[in-house]
């Protein structure tokens, strides 16, 4: 096994669970390298944040490619190059199709605001605060076609509390997020994960 595994980062905003990822790399606190970051929006924070720790960084958005297929494939192309073991979704605001999920088929992770399968999409947190919840959290999964569903991986819960709005829950959970999606990435870089089904066992190190 190599001593560490290759990701490309997709994300589409701030790009703060990306930093965390960078961090824990740059820190020897996982065996992780970020080999490049592809966003689909030329304002992501996430590409200066790629440029500021010298990693490789592409921005391409389907609006300029005439299909989902063609804009998967030219991502696809873009990956290869890098050899790319894993493919991190940190707030990538795309769907990916059949034809990406297979082609990385249970190598693709994604991060999602909520303690899944509760309060799926956009505004994960807003849903929580309207729906009354007591709890909420966040969830590492692999992905899979459809939205926020693929076998869950970790789940870290986070008290709501009466005087919660949106950005102070959404904060909370934000800090759980950096701790368990490079804990996710370093349990796949030891294969310590084993699907069955829709649940994914963690063996023993
Ligand atoms: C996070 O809340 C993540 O769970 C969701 O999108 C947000 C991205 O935040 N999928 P950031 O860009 O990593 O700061």
Excluded: W
Aim: glycine share 4%; hydrophobic share 35%; with cysteine.
């Amino acid at each position: 096994m190599n001593n560490t595994v290759t990701l490309a980062v997709l994300a589409s905003g701030r790009g703060s669970n990306l930093q965390s990822i960078i961090d824990h790399c740059e820190a020897g606190k996982i065996d992780a390298e970020v080999a490049v970051v592809l966003s689909d929006n030329p304002d992501a924070q996430a590409l200066e944040r790629a440029e500021n720790h010298d990693i490789p960084s592409r921005c391409m958005s389907p609006d300029d490619h005439p299909n989902s297929r063609a804009y998967e494939k030219s991502m696809i192309e873009c990956l290869d190059r890098y050899q790319v073991e894993l493919v991190v979704m940190a707030g990538f605001m795309q769907v990916l199709t059949k034809y990406f999920v297979d082609y990385y088929a249970n190598q693709i992770i994604n991060i999602h605001p909520s303690l899944l399968p509760a309060f799926k999409g956009k505004n994960a947190q807003k849903q929580a605060l309207d729906y009354g919840v007591k709890v909420s959290g966040c969830t590492v999964h692999f992905v899979d076609e459809k939205i926020d569903h693929g076998p869950i991986i970790l789940q870290k819960s986070v008290s709501v509390k009466d005087d919660d709005t949106e950005e102070s829950l959404s904060q909370r959970i934000l800090k759980q997020e950096h701790q368990i999606l490079p804990r996710a990435i370093q349990l796949y870089k030891e294969d310590r994960l084993e699907i069955s089904g829709r649940t994914v066992h963690i063996r023993e190190p």
